[in-house]
């Protein structure tokens, strides 16, 4: 069984030119049978209109657009939220530029296979994500929107057990974590009925304990909304009303000033059991968002949140650390996953009995002796040994031609990247070297 989406979007930031690529790859998912057996009729990659948008102001833009197309679909001259009775919509999000892949955290290959797929290819975080989504996590699921963030890694099992019997209102999403895990992430608080008392980003050891269940973990923000039907109309009602039109493309052509949201500080929070109307609005910053929070209470204040934690789930937030990146393509998967990751994926090497466990190699061609540690990845590479790679390293878009320069040289603990880049009409291959432990997070002064 799967869920038999009536439309997918995927959204990305303004300014990257990416659009069209991003429409070619969720065609090619869907020819390939990626998005399951009666694939969307519309499937869509959504710009944002303003560089910095927010993955709340991104939703409200991406469920516009898809109203916009329902309704023409539907011979409807004007925009009507009447076409998302009975729509099961999907949004997905791009997020932000990752350090470790060109294409972004949703296209980062994962070092896994589907023999049983209709059609062999690379498998990234994005196909993981659209099954997990389609056949699993959704599946027995009301109408409505369904949001899905792109920068973390999840597994959910087969049967996920949520209970959708008289479900009202938004249900975020949660899967079980450690209270360490937590500090540098959101867990929820929530009451006996299940319902959202209050989101913790970031809290103290006292705020992370109330959050914590009978079994010693903690219920962690995923980056998973959904939005039943009744709700998502009134989400989408806003998008014609001041400051939260700039959110939208019909603000931007209006001439509206950029406003940034987020999806669950802006607008999921209002909705949590313990927020009050003058908390929730002053704590908004500058006077639009205060003003779009306003806005977002009247809108959507009465309608219950309530979160559903998976057993078994696993989540893992696609950090800046390159640790945090090369251990999250060396380590296995739990049971639960519908992937199996493997040594070599999609790759063809000279000698695997010099691939160490723990290591991963995949779109990979690896010529004559060479020697992979426990703890690194090589992915998209062609090259050519004798070489020997230590642990801590992710070396990734090397040509043949970096062999000669690589050997003979000890590789530990580094970031090795190869880029294609466009200087005007030059097109350039720039590499960059950096180490393992290096902190990239930008502070303030």
């Known amino acids: 069984m799967a869920a038999e989406w009536s439309a997918l979007l995927l959204t990305c930031r303004r300014g990257h030119g990416g659009v069209s690529a991003l429409q070619r790859e969720l065609e090619v998912r869907r020819l390939r049978g990626g998005l399951g057996p009666r694939p969307p009729a519309l499937l869509l990659a959504v710009e944002d209109p303003w560089a910095s948008l927010g993955s709340g102001g991104a939703t409200l833009n991406a469920l516009l657009v898809a109203a916009e197309h329902l309704s023409a679909r539907a011979g409807?001259?004007?925009?009507?939220?009447?076409?998302?009775?009975?729509?099961?919509?999907l949004i997905l999000h791009m997020g932000r530029d990752f350090s470790?892949?060109?294409?972004?955290?949703?296209?980062t290959c994962l070092p896994a296979e589907e023999p049983g797929a209709a059609a062999e290819a690379l498998v990234c975080n994005l196909d993981s994500l659209l099954g997990t989504m389609t056949h699993r996590l959704c599946v027995g699921s009301p109408p409505g929107v369904w949001v899905c963030s792109t920068d973390m890694l999840l597994t959910v099992p087969s049967t996920p057990g949520i209970n959708w019997d008289g479900f009202q209102g938004v249900r975020v999403i949660a899967v079980p974590g450690?209270?360490?895990?937590?500090?540098?992430?959101?867990?929820?608080?929530?009451?006996e009925q299940g319902l959202v008392r209050d989101i913790i980003y970031k809290g103290t050891e006292a705020q992370i304990q109330q959050c914590?269940?009978?079994?010693?973990?903690?219920?962690l923000v995923c980056g998973i909304v959904f939005f039943s039907l009744?709700?998502?109309?009134?989400?989408?009602?806003?998008?014609?009303?001041?400051?939260?039109?700039?959110?939208?493309?019909?603000?931007?052509?209006?001439?509206?000033?950029?406003?940034?949201?987020?999806?669950f500080f802006d607008i999921v929070l209002c909705m949590a059991g313990e927020m009050t109307e003058g908390d929730f609005v002053k704590s908004g910053g500058d006077a639009s968002v205060?003003?779009?929070?306003?806005?977002?209470?009247?809108?959507?204040?009465?309608?219950?949140?309530?979160?559903?934690?998976?057993p078994n789930a696993s989540y893992d937030y696609m950090t800046a650390s390159a640790s945090?990146?090369?251990?999250?393509?060396?380590?296995?998967?739990?049971?639960?996953?519908?992937?199996?990751?493997?040594?070599?994926?999609?790759s063809h090497v000279d000698e695997p009995c010099l691939l160490e466990d723990g290591s991963s190699v995949?779109?990979?061609?690896?010529?004559?002796?060479?020697?992979?540690?426990?703890?690194?990845?090589?992915?998209?590479?062609?090259?050519?040994?004798?070489?020997?790679i230590g642990p801590g390293c992710l070396l990734s878009g090397l040509s043949v031609g970096s062999s000669a320069a690589l050997r003979g040289h000890p590789l530990r603990d580094i970031v090795l990247q190869g880029h294609h880049v466009r200087l005007r009409d030059l097109p350039c291959r720039v590499f960059t070297l950096t180490g393992r432990l290096d902190d990239w997070q930008v502070r303030g002064h």
């Not at 205060?290 to 998976?310: D, E, K, Q, Y």
């Open 290 to 310: 205060r003003s779009a929070r306003s806005v977002l209470w009247t809108a959507l204040r009465g309608f219950p949140l309530s979160m559903a934690c998976i």
């Open 100 to 107: 470790f892949d060109d294409c972004g955290r949703a296209f």
């Open 212 to 219: 914590v269940g009978p079994d010693g973990t903690v219920p």
């Open 362 to 388: 995949t779109n990979c061609l690896l010529e004559g002796a060479v020697r992979l540690a426990a703890g690194s990845v090589i992915q998209h590479c062609h090259l050519q040994g004798p070489l020997a």
């Open 76 to 89: 409807c001259t004007v925009v009507t939220a009447d076409v998302l009775r009975d729509a099961r919509i």
């Open 178 to 191: 450690s209270p360490a895990y937590a500090r540098n992430h959101g867990v929820y608080l929530t009451n």
């Open 324 to 346: 945090d990146h090369i251990r999250s393509l060396t380590l296995l998967p739990g049971s639960a996953s519908h992937l199996r990751f493997c040594k070599t994926a999609h």
């Open 230 to 263: 009744d709700a998502a109309e009134q989400l989408l009602a806003t998008h014609v009303i001041p400051p939260l039109d700039a959110c939208t493309y019909m603000g931007l052509d209006s001439g509206a000033p950029p406003i940034q949201l987020s999806l």
